[in-house]
């Protein structure tokens, strides 16, 4: 690593958030609850299109690196109970919507978790039939599910593109073995090989694959192979994270000894070859940490700026809301964020205890929220920034900093993100956070910023 490289990462290493939202889910209180998301439902608009979230946090088995609300439940009847709470929720969601004559249209549904395969087929099955009745699907519509590959079948393949589930996203992380076992997630490359090639025969039209660096007992070299060995396998998108380790946050990373983990300076290495590995396959680089065939959309929308980035991450979809489904769940609404109840049991009884909506807590946006929301949205994107779009006085000194380390330049009163200014997106976004202290913040709520 060059020294210029080195007194980079020593300025800018730290703790900053993802940036999937702003203000970040740091910011959000009890003082948005069920009585403000009900009037929001009620002013949404009925022509507009809205997308829908379902979080399912089951897992048939726990990874120590996990930072995700999720837990293995093996009761199939839990699983099915599960499955018709967020029928309930998604009833009394579009109960509170306005009456119109035509339902609320939606061109994308996002299965998250945990595994949401964990759920029964019919269960699955029960669950979208309630969303074709409440709702107007695009004859395009994209239906994305998340799966586990040691956990997969050519049957559940079918079976799921039967229901119209058009993306499958995986996770890999890695395929050394000694990090898989340090990680506990013994995976091999041929399990990933076989569930990536049901997923196509089965008819979709999109796979998606994890990377993680930064895990324990990682090295440089082996990050290569697994990006090599991946892109092999021709996904249409990866995303490339860096591993969060937030002991305080998820007591499962605590098995994960400090000792194990790379350094700023591995963990930047380890970053920039899977960079070069992928580029070297032909992808292209999509914001901060996803990668996309030339020809796929995630690509295309980076080309043309019409990139969007929300809870899942990049996307193309152009919805301004995102209803969320289930424990631990966030919506987005033109008003503000609001979380559901975190763990599966409170859910349960928040649902079973009221006919209200089960949430637990959110943030109202003000005006400069929602100038500072766009323009650290399009920073995250790669996006160029119009200055002239907020007052940013207060943020000057440090956009001079970074202009002066060559991460961005400014022309016309104009942001613009350098190639050099990829990984430190982060950084960049943090100048225009309101809510972290002179747009740093090294305090343990956050995971590693690179």
Not at 115 to 127: G, S, V, W
Not at 183 to 208: D, K, M, P, W, Y
Not at 321 to 349: D, E
Request: aromatic residues 8%.
């Amino acid at each position: 690593m060059s020294v210029a490289t080195a007194d980079l990462l020593a300025r800018y290493n730290g703790n900053l958030p993802r940036y999937t939202s702003y203000p970040t889910a740091a910011c959000f209180t009890d003082a948005v609850g069920s009585e403000d998301v009900a009037a929001w439902l009620r002013r949404l608009p009925p022509a507009k299109p809205a997308s829908l979230y379902f979080h399912v946090p089951f897992c048939d088995e726990l990874c120590r690196f996990c930072g995700c609300n999720t837990s293995v439940v093996r009761s199939e009847p839990a699983r099915r109970a599960y499955g018709e709470l967020l029928i309930e929720e998604l009833r009394r969601v579009v109960a509170l919507m306005p009456q119109a004559e035509r339902l609320l249209p939606v061109a994308h549904i996002h299965f998250g978790g945990g595994t949401p395969t964990t759920l029964p087929a019919e269960t699955l099955q029960a669950i979208l039939a309630e969303v074709q009745k409440l709702f107007d699907l695009k004859p395009d519509v994209e239906q994305c599910v998340e799966l586990d590959p040691r956990h997969f079948s050519e049957a559940m393949a079918k079976n799921l593109a039967a229901m119209g589930f058009t993306r499958g996203s995986l996770g890999v992380q890695d395929i050394d073995p000694t990090v898989q076992h340090a990680c506990g997630r013994i995976q091999s490359f041929e399990q990933t090989e076989t569930c990536v090639a049901a997923l196509r025969r089965a008819g979709f039209h999109s796979v998606n694959i994890d990377l993680i660096y930064g895990l324990p007992l990682q090295t440089t070299d082996g990050a290569r192979q697994t990006a090599d060995r991946i892109a092999s396998l021709r996904p249409d998108r990866l995303a490339v994270f860096g591993y969060a380790h937030v002991p305080w946050k998820q007591k499962r990373q605590s098995l994960i000894k400090d000792s194990d983990l790379p350094g700023g300076a591995e963990r930047l290495a380890q970053r920039e070859i899977i960079d070069l590995t992928l580029r070297a396959h032909g992808y292209e680089a999509v914001g901060l940490d996803h990668y996309a065939l030339p020809d796929d959309a995630l690509a295309k929308a980076a080309r043309e700026g019409s990139l969007r980035r929300n809870f899942q991450g990049y996307t193309t979809d152009e919805a301004e809301t995102l209803l969320g489904f289930g424990a631990s769940a966030i919506s987005s609404f033109p008003q503000g964020y609001a979380q559901n109840v975190v763990s599966a049991a409170a859910y349960a009884r928040e649902l079973d205890a009221s006919s209200s909506l089960p949430v637990a807590r959110g943030v109202a946006f003000s005006g400069d929220d929602l100038v500072r929301r766009r323009q650290i949205e399009r920073i995250m994107c790669g996006a160029p920034v119009d200055l002239a779009e907020g007052l940013f006085q207060r943020e000057q000194s440090a956009l001079d900093a970074l202009a002066r380390d060559g991460l961005v330049s400014v022309d016309g009163g104009r942001l613009f993100i350098t190639e050099a200014g990829r990984p430190f997106l982060r950084h960049i976004a943090a100048v225009f956070d309101r809510y972290l202290p002179n747009g740093d913040d090294t305090t343990p709520r956050y995971a590693q910023a690179i």
